[in-house]
């Protein structure tokens, strides 16, 4: 909104007379079937725009105020003077000069309107200012700067065995309920497991660890799975959700494959096992290729791996859209994902919750506006410089020998296309040489290097404000720049290339109170299948707020004096006794805090379906654990974990799209801040009638069959195999009185699709 000058001086009769002269009827006969109330009343207001009162003229529509009195710049005198095409009004045609020039007249008498007075008008606008800013970073816990608590005094200081612990039994001890006891050693090492690698322990690392009394020994186990390969491939999985990551093969306007983005998941998986500082990881996603002597374009992906719309044609209307819903893509992604904000909601009028401005969000738009996507070589620079080498030369050429025949053609005056049937022997004698020079070229041409889809830049320009989200309707211009609720007003301009690079130190800078707090957040949620902040990807107003607010922001802290350390966090959170506590179940307790927000016990949770398959495959002894690599078709016809699964945006190409749907695996068509948890009868009916079932338990039953050792000793194998524990006594006994004395394969095979279809394996104990 703008603050109007205040008019003192009462209107003149001059001016009354002049105003209903020349005015009214200009407005009446031009504008009134568009922009008044009866306009209003029948539904056909167009631009929210009402001109049949000065406070309507003052108040403006979704363009802003129509009329500033005094200021012949006005958007009324602009529109009417057909200065801008996309409000250029009347619409049917220009006004005739002498009623452009009777309007600016009236706008420089300051707008006598009869009846109204203006000095109230202008005195009862609303503040400039769409929010109260300093009352957002005060008040609001994500806004406020990121500061070190000091540890909270507990009463059971043998409990804590980390400073985590400390902040979650403070808040235990003021409601009275005590935390559970530790796990048992076969739970913490399963646990561990298929918390860092996704994979259950093998028996013989299940009983090495329980007859290692070392007090360090936990923390030596920890540290050897995050040192694994399959900790990347864990972990990359639940970043790939927040990446929204497919193979392409979207809906409408969007159904193009992506055949090389694995080379993005494949990245995020190195990424991770190399432990790059998390500021890094984020730069290297938002602006990889931009980054002088450390190009990492493989990372932008991240932007390239989701929706990007095309229009069905030529038309100007769908070209927009498309390209408006791909801003909106990239925004919505970014802004999710690195801020924990829903800055996408701005797009069309500054958010209803937050304090992000439709500005902000075309502040982000001209970045990404200035960048397109691209296919880019990779691999060793020598194979990429040879092939280009090769390929110049078969160009070069080929322009040696098409001169050639245009210098024919104009010797001997002949037509181009007629010009080889009439050369004398000798032309053709040397135009044959230059071909088979050329078809050497040909066989010499080194293999094509490989591409990644990355994402480059295409511009530096800055772009309007869509009207209502139309990219055609252009409102102000806006400079690049990052969130002002975050850098202030005096926000430095990106004016270098499309931005890319200062929006991502914007993002990582150690001031900014969100990146760091959305990242802890999320690893304590992966942990824990809860987060601290239970909407991981909204952490404004209709957000939920943090249970422990103090700890979050201790972690955040901890996590930048560590250097962004993601493995540092994990083995921060694993060695604390709050991760390391029993998950039973408690009646007491549970009618205190039966959501278990308070953490008196690890949460039992179900895995996720890729972990549940590779666990799968990993107990029969089928998985195949290659690491990288393009993505399996039908993943359920392969031994590949489940990460290297091909995945359609719309979750309906393929055989296993509908499998990792039944186990509730997320829609790639937008960032996932959590995945959800279903039970149904459908998922128990596949591990009963399913071929991969089937499968697997026919391996397993093989196993079992060919064991030499007595049914008993079978039994406790197979057990110690798939659940980290020997069977109980009932457990046994009903196995020997199923199976019989002298079972058959088929009796085995049966046996193992029950233990293979149990609650217990697709359970983190």
């Given at each position: 909104?703008?603050?109007?000058p205040?008019?003192?001086?009462?209107?003149?009769?001059?001016?009354?007379?002049?105003?209903?002269?020349?005015i009214?009827?200009?407005?009446?006969?031009?504008?009134?079937?568009?922009?008044?109330?009866?306009?209003?009343?029948?539904?056909?207001?167009?631009?929210?725009?009402?001109?049949?009162?000065l406070?309507?003229?003052?108040?403006?529509?979704?363009?802003?105020?129509?009329?500033?009195?005094r200021?012949?710049?006005s958007?009324?005198i602009?529109?009417?003077?057909?200065?801008?095409?996309d409000?250029?009004?009347?619409?049917?045609?220009?006004?005739?000069?002498?009623?452009?020039?009777?309007?600016?007249?009236?706008?420089?008498?300051?707008?006598?309107?009869?009846?109204?007075?203006?000095?109230?008008?202008?005195?009862?606008?609303?503040?400039?200012?769409?929010?109260?800013?300093?009352?957002?970073?005060?008040?609001?816990?994500?806004?406020?700067?990121v500061?070190?608590?000091?540890?909270?005094?507990?009463?059971?200081?043998?409990?804590?065995?980390?400073?985590?612990?400390?902040?979650?039994?403070?808040?235990?001890?003021?409601?009275?309920?005590?935390?559970?006891?530790?796990?048992?050693?076969?739970?913490?090492?399963?646990?561990a497991?298929?918390?860092?690698?996704?994979?259950?322990?093998p028996?013989?690392?299940?009983?090495?660890?329980?007859?290692?009394?070392?007090?360090?020994?936990?923390?030596?186990?920890?540290?050897?799975?995050?040192e694994?390969?399959?900790?990347?491939?864990r972990?990359?999985?639940?970043?790939?959700?927040?990446?929204?990551?497919?193979?392409?093969?979207?809906?409408?306007?969007?159904?193009?494959?992506?055949?090389?983005?694995?080379?993005?998941?494949?990245?995020?998986?190195?990424?991770?096992?190399?432990?790059?500082?998390?500021?890094?990881?984020?730069?290297?996603?938002?602006?990889?290729?931009?980054?002088?002597?450390?190009?990492?374009?493989?990372?932008?992906?991240?932007?390239?791996?989701?929706?990007?719309?095309?229009?069905?044609?030529?038309?100007?209307?769908?070209?927009?859209?498309?390209?408006?819903?791909?801003?909106?893509?990239?925004?919505?992604?970014?802004?999710?994902?690195?801020?924990?904000?829903?800055?996408?909601?701005?797009?069309?009028h500054?958010?209803?919750?937050?304090p992000?401005?439709?500005?902000?969000?075309?502040?982000?738009?001209?970045?990404?506006?200035?960048?397109?996507?691209?296919?880019?070589?990779?691999?060793?620079?020598v194979?990429?410089?040879?092939?280009?080498?090769?390929?110049?030369?078969?160009?070069?050429?080929?322009?040696?020998?098409?001169?050639?025949?245009?210098n024919?053609?104009?010797?001997?005056?002949?037509?181009?296309?007629?010009?080889?049937?009439?050369?004398?022997?000798?032309?053709?004698?040397?135009?044959?040489?230059?071909?088979?020079?050329?078809?050497?070229?040909?066989?010499?041409?080194?293999?094509?290097?490989?591409?990644?889809?990355?994402?480059?830049?295409?511009?530096?320009?800055?772009?309007?404000?869509?009207?209502?989200?139309?990219?055609?309707?252009?409102?102000?211009?806006?400079?690049?720049?990052?969130?002002?609720?975050?850098?202030?007003?005096?926000?430095?301009?990106?004016?270098?290339?499309?931005?890319?690079?200062?929006?991502?130190?914007?993002?990582?800078?150690?001031?900014?109170?969100?990146?760091a707090?959305?990242?802890?957040?999320?690893?304590?949620?992966?942990?824990?299948?809860?987060?601290?902040?239970?909407?991981?990807?909204?952490?404004?107003?209709?957000g939920?707020?943090?249970?422990?607010?103090?700890?979050?922001?201790?972690?955040?802290?901890?996590?930048?004096?560590?250097?962004?350390?993601?493995?540092?966090l994990?083995?921060?959170?694993?060695?604390?006794?709050?991760?390391?506590?029993?998950?039973?179940?408690?009646?007491?307790?549970?009618?205190?805090?039966?959501?278990?927000?308070?953490?008196?016990?690890?949460?039992?949770?179900?895995?996720?379906?890729?972990?549940?398959?590779?666990?799968?495959l990993a107990?029969?002894?089928?998985?195949?654990?290659t690491?990288g690599?393009?993505?399996?078709?039908?993943?359920?016809?392969?031994?590949?974990?489940?990460?290297?699964?091909?995945?359609?945006?719309?979750?309906d190409?393929?055989?296993?799209?509908?499998?990792?749907?039944?186990?509730?695996?997320?829609?790639?068509?937008?960032?996932?801040?959590?995945?959800?948890t279903?039970?149904?009868?459908?998922?128990?009916l596949?591990?009963?009638?399913?071929?991969?079932?089937?499968?697997?338990?026919?391996?397993?039953?093989?196993?079992?069959?060919?064991?030499?050792?007595?049914?008993?000793?079978?039994?406790?194998?197979?057990?110690?195999?798939?659940?980290?524990?020997?069977?109980?006594?009932?457990?046994?006994?009903?196995?020997?009185?199923?199976?019989?004395?002298?079972p058959?394969h088929?009796?085995?095979?049966?046996?193992?699709?029950?233990?293979?279809?149990?609650?217990?394996?697709?359970?983190?104990?």
């Amino acid at each position: 909104m703008y603050h109007m000058p205040a008019e003192t001086k009462p209107i003149s009769a001059g001016q009354i007379e002049f105003f209903e002269e020349e005015i009214r009827p200009l407005l009446s006969n031009h504008c009134y079937s568009c922009h008044s109330a009866k306009a209003e009343a029948k539904g056909k207001l167009k631009a929210g725009l009402r001109l049949d009162s000065l406070e309507m003229m003052l108040k403006g529509g979704d363009s802003g105020p129509a009329l500033i009195p005094r200021d012949i710049n006005s958007l009324i005198i602009k529109a009417v003077g057909y200065l801008n095409e996309d409000m250029a009004m009347p619409p049917k045609g220009k006004l005739k000069d002498r009623e452009i020039t009777a309007l600016k007249k009236w706008v420089e008498l300051g707008a006598p309107w009869p009846g109204a007075l203006l000095e109230q008008l202008t005195d009862t606008q609303e503040d400039p200012e769409p929010y109260d800013w300093d009352a957002f970073r005060l008040n609001h816990w994500s806004f406020r700067p990121v500061k070190k608590p000091a540890l909270p005094e507990v009463i059971d200081r043998n409990w804590t065995q980390s400073p985590i612990d400390s902040f979650i039994l403070s808040k235990l001890e003021t409601t009275g309920i005590k935390p559970n006891d530790r796990a048992t050693k076969r739970v913490l090492i399963r646990r561990a497991y298929l918390d860092l690698i996704g994979l259950p322990p093998p028996p013989e690392k299940v009983s090495a660890f329980i007859n290692d009394q070392d007090p360090v020994a936990f923390a030596r186990l920890v540290d050897e799975l995050l040192e694994s390969d399959h900790y990347g491939e864990r972990w990359a999985r639940h970043w790939l959700d927040v990446a929204r990551y497919s193979d392409g093969h979207g809906g409408f306007g969007d159904n193009k494959a992506l055949p090389n983005a694995w080379r993005y998941r494949d990245w995020v998986a190195s990424a991770l096992n190399d432990d790059i500082p998390y500021n890094q990881f984020v730069v290297q996603q938002i602006a990889g290729d931009l980054i002088e002597n450390q190009k990492q374009p493989i990372a932008t992906g991240f932007f390239v791996v989701g929706p990007t719309y095309q229009s069905d044609g030529g038309d100007p209307e769908a070209k927009a859209a498309a390209q408006a819903e791909t801003l909106s893509d990239r925004i919505d992604t970014f802004s999710r994902a690195f801020l924990g904000l829903t800055a996408a909601c701005a797009r069309c009028h500054d958010h209803k919750f937050d304090p992000i401005t439709v500005e902000d969000y075309y502040a982000l738009a001209g970045i990404f506006n200035n960048t397109r996507n691209t296919d880019r070589n990779v691999g060793k620079q020598v194979e990429i410089d040879a092939y280009q080498a090769a390929q110049n030369a078969i160009n070069d050429q080929n322009k040696i020998i098409n001169s050639y025949l245009d210098n024919e053609s104009k010797k001997l005056k002949i037509n181009r296309k007629e010009v080889e049937k009439k050369l004398p022997d000798e032309s053709k004698s040397k135009l044959a040489e230059m071909r088979a020079h050329l078809e050497t070229l040909k066989k010499q041409l080194p293999s094509k290097p490989a591409t990644a889809h990355v994402l480059s830049d295409s511009g530096s320009a800055d772009i309007h404000v869509a009207i209502r989200g139309d990219l055609r309707r252009k409102g102000k211009k806006v400079p690049r720049r990052f969130l002002e609720i975050i850098s202030g007003k005096e926000a430095k301009l990106y004016t270098t290339g499309s931005g890319r690079l200062q929006l991502a130190q914007s993002v990582t800078d150690p001031d900014n109170p969100l990146t760091a707090r959305v990242i802890v957040n999320r690893v304590w949620g992966w942990h824990f299948g809860e987060a601290l902040v239970r909407t991981p990807s909204n952490f404004g107003v209709i957000g939920e707020k943090p249970s422990h607010p103090q700890l979050l922001d201790w972690l955040a802290s901890e996590f930048i004096e560590n250097g962004w350390s993601l493995k540092h966090l994990h083995r921060k959170i694993l060695l604390s006794s709050t991760w390391q506590m029993s998950s039973a179940y408690n009646k007491e307790k549970f009618n205190l805090d039966g959501d278990n927000r308070l953490l008196w016990r690890a949460p039992p949770r179900k895995l996720e379906v890729e972990a549940w398959r590779d666990t799968l495959l990993a107990v029969t002894g089928e998985l195949d654990r290659t690491i990288g690599g393009p993505p399996v078709a039908e993943i359920l016809s392969s031994n590949r974990r489940t990460l290297y699964a091909t995945i359609s945006r719309t979750g309906d190409r393929f055989r296993s799209d509908a499998f990792l749907r039944l186990f509730d695996f997320p829609a790639a068509v937008s960032t996932s801040a959590k995945r959800s948890t279903s039970t149904v009868p459908q998922q128990y009916l596949f591990m009963m009638n399913s071929s991969f079932m089937n499968s697997r338990a026919a391996s397993l039953g093989t196993w079992l069959h060919t064991q030499d050792s007595e049914i008993g000793h079978r039994i406790e194998l197979v057990y110690n195999k798939l659940y980290s524990r020997p069977p109980e006594a009932v457990e046994k006994e009903l196995a020997r009185d199923w199976l019989g004395d002298s079972p058959s394969h088929e009796a085995w095979n049966q046996y193992a699709q029950v233990l293979l279809s149990a609650h217990e394996l697709i359970q983190i104990p």
